[in-house]
Nanobody
């Protein structure tokens, strides 16, 4: 069965960095387009970054130039390097397929950007 396990979140000061990881199980990761989504309090979940099976990336305008998505196919893991973090990046971060097809979500990892 499909499992998505996010990790790496935490509390960081504005301008700081975090690296998120998402370990995946139960589907053919190497051919999947993967993405990082986030949901801030009171807001809808949004896609912030995606990466194709061959490594082509796309970013939301709000994170472009600050976040970098990458993947390790043998490890079936997708990463999100987040730099120059801002308070508005505070959210629960999730990974999933792109486009989202109605499957399960992991528990996510909480990122809090605050001084």
């Amino acid at each position: 069965q499909v499992q998505l396990v996010e990790s790496g979140g935490g509390l960081v000061q504005p301008g700081g960095s975090l690296r998120l990881s998402c370990a995946t199980f139960g589907f053919i990761f190497s051919t999947a387009r993967m993405g990082w989504y986030r949901q801030a309090p009171g807001s809808r979940r949004e896609l912030v970054a995606s990466i194709t099976s061959v490594g082509s990336t796309n970013y939301a305008d709000s994170v472009k130039g600050r976040f970098t998505i990458s993947r390790d196919n043998p490890k079936k893991t997708v990463y999100l390097q987040m730099d120059i973090l801002k308070p508005e990046d505070t959210a629960i971060y999730y990974c999933n397929l792109v486009p989202y097809g109605g499957g399960i979500w992991g528990k996510g990892t909480v990122v809090t950007v605050s001084s």
